[in-house]
């Protein structure tokens, strides 16, 4: 008898054994799958850019720094983006802020410690954010010890930057550059070196000079530089100024003159044609090698700055198959294609998106960008009244939308005086022309609440002026308004999760001079339908009258721009699609069941 009790136990007990392994093998099996089909994290995220000077300082000297960054954590973390970007906060003199980089490795003690930095970016990783950094490759800082030494000629230094000899000399004896090539900044592109009797070329500032990537060793250290932060758990690279990477080798060539009407200032930059200087074929087995080193760690990305009037030429920095190069270039196309309000009209809008998706290499990802740390504040740009319906329309569209900080309170540009001027390319187009080149408007500090200097530093000054209007436009004042830019950007943030919004398609039923509309649909989900009126004029259009396909009746409103007021619109509300209004410049986010 025991025996048979023991039999029936050792059947039962097999029987549990072998129900174990099936459910292992299944739950294995889903989460491999899960794993095949899981997209990168940066195609699930917003990127939201920190200019570390300007964003919150928490040691009281008047700049940002990585404390303050932490300090602000849980912000980001509400805000709804899942990628933050920092603009370089490497060792530097700060001659272009952090974009003259004197050592790759370390962090610079105005911004904090590396324990600062790790601290940093574990408090991001623990809140599920992930951490970019931007890496400079193009050139170091003059004070960098590679061009130190270089400039002595010392070994194996003597070759890290473009050095050449002087095309002849002038009547006063004076060494005259080798070429005509001009400086993005201004300027001749080739800076005298009386150590070592020869020009060295920069494309930048005269402290920035160019690294030489036709040199093995350099482009060695530039991969260390990579794997070092790789090493130090970053999620990947924001790489700058990349197409600048290489110059022809004969540099007995001049550049052509572009006989550009806008430009008669032969030092300027827009003077010339940069072919000889600029997208040069090589940059491209420079770019593929970093991506290497990125794929050898795992879900890390690459964004390349590409900013180019030639399409075809940004989109080969997304690389292809055999040569995969960044996750995507920048898509600068809504701050390029409108400089002004009246460049904007629904078809000007739309032919803008069209450039990026019909030029985009298949399989590949898109991404919009508003802004940056270069270009003026969106609001600025194209009208106060425009900036709910622009976060509406990069936040909804399918790809990666990158937010620059302050974009998501409509943060304005601020008036820099001369005196006040920090930005180097606007000091070298002096007290006439600075305001037409300097970036320092759109660089001011994050405005966090009403107390005195915005809530950006406890000291008593700022490294630039605070905008006047933070009185009211500030963070916590719209934490705490009815409505406001930042809880529609919330709102945008958290929706953007949805089905509809990740898995779904895109159409445009209505596109005018002064209408904008976007589709996002998916069978078997909610449907929204973002109208947009670019126009400066308030407006009531029949959405069915203009269509290019059907739409329902009606819809319910989800959001609506601040300036909107009107008792139909209120958030809720069923409107008809046939007498749809909109105040100028308004996003109304609408939605439908099929
Ligand atoms: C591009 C950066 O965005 C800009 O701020 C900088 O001045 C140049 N590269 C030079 O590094």
């Not at 800082?141 to 000399?169: L, M, N």
């Not at 420079?286 to 990305?301: A, G, H, K, M, P």
């Not at 405005?447 to 006047?468: E, H, I, M, Y």
Request: proline share 5%; aromatic share 12%; net charge negative.
């Amino acid at each position: 008898m025991p025996n048979k009790k023991c039999l029936v136990f050792f059947f039962f007990l097999f029987f549990l054994v072998i129900i174990g392994v099936i459910v292992i093998c299944l739950i294995a099996k889903d989460g491999i799958k899960h794993k095949e089909t899981e997209s990168p994290f940066w195609q699930r995220t917003i990127v939201y850019q920190v200019y570390p000077r300007s964003f919150c300082d928490h040691d009281g000297d008047g700049t940002g720094d990585l404390q303050g960054i932490l300090s602000k954590a849980d912000y980001l973390k509400e805000l709804g983006v899942g990628t933050v970007w920092l603009s370089p906060i490497f060792s530097s003199p700060m001659a272009d802020f952090g974009y003259d980089v004197a050592n790759f490795t370390a962090i610079e003690p105005l911004f904090g410690t590396m324990d600062d930095f790790d601290a940093l970016r574990a408090a991001l990783h623990d809140r599920g954010l992930r951490l970019v950094l931007d890496f400079v490759p193009n050139h170091s800082s003059d004070e960098h010890e590679w061009f130190v030494k270089s400039r002595r000629k010392e070994e194996p230094y003597a070759d890290y930057y473009i050095w050449a000899d002087p095309k002849g000399f002038d009547e006063e004896g004076q060494p005259i550059p080798p070429n005509n090539w001009l400086s993005v900044f201004r300027g001749p592109a080739w800076t005298w070196a009386e150590e070592r009797q020869q020009f060295y070329f920069h494309q930048f500032l005269a402290k920035q000079p160019d690294l030489n990537y036709r040199n093995e060793r350099v482009r060695d250290e530039m991969k260390q530089v990579l794997r070092f932060w790789l090493d130090r758990g970053v999620d990947g690279f924001r790489v700058d100024a990349v197409k600048f990477l290489f110059e022809v080798e004969d540099i007995s060539q001049d550049e052509s003159v572009a006989n550009d009407p806008e430009t008669d200032d032969p030092l300027d930059y827009y003077y010339l044609n940069h072919t000889l200087t600029t997208n040069q074929p090589e940059t491209l087995e420079v770019v593929n090698e970093w991506r290497d080193i990125l794929d050898q760690y795992s879900d890390r990305v690459m964004m390349a700055e590409v900013y180019d009037d030639d399409i075809r030429q940004v989109m080969k920095y997304y690389g292809n198959d055999s040569v995969p190069l960044a996750d995507f270039p920048f898509n600068f196309l809504l701050i390029d294609s409108f400089r002004n309000r009246s460049d904007l009209s629904g078809a000007a809008l739309k032919d803008a998106l069209d450039l990026w998706m019909d030029n985009m290499p298949e399989g590949k990802w898109p991404n919009w960008v508003l802004g940056n740390h270069d270009n003026g504040r969106v609001g600025s740009r194209f009208g106060e009244d425009l900036i709910d319906a622009l976060n509406m329309l990069v936040l909804l569209l399918p790809g990666t939308p990158v937010t620059y900080y302050g974009e998501e309170i409509g943060m304005l540009n601020t008036f820099i005086s001369w005196e006040d001027t920090q930005d180097p390319q606007a000091c070298n187009h002096g007290l006439d022309g600075y305001e037409d080149y300097s970036r320092d408007p759109e660089r001011t500090p994050m405005q966090w609440d009403n107390s005195t200097l915005a809530g950006f530093t406890t000291g008593n000054s700022t490294w630039l002026p605070v905008n006047d209007n933070f009185k009211d436009l500030n963070v916590k004042a719209q934490q705490h308004a009815e409505k406001s830019h930042l809880k529609i950007y919330e709102e945008l943030a958290r929706l953007r999760e949805e089905e509809t919004f990740t898995k779904g398609h895109t159409a445009y039923p209505v596109i005018s001079n002064e209408v904008f509309s976007l589709l996002r649909y998916l069978e078997g989900y909610e449907s929204y339908l973002l109208v947009m009126n670019t126009s400066e004029e308030e407006l009531e259009v029949d959405l069915h009258q203009h269509a290019n396909m059907e739409l329902p009746p009606t819809a319910e409103v989800v959001l609506r721009s601040v300036t909107d007021t009107a008792e139909a619109t209120v958030p809720g509300s069923e409107i008809h699609l046939s007498e749809v209004k909109l105040a100028a410049g308004e996003g109304l986010l609408l939605t439908f069941s099929e």
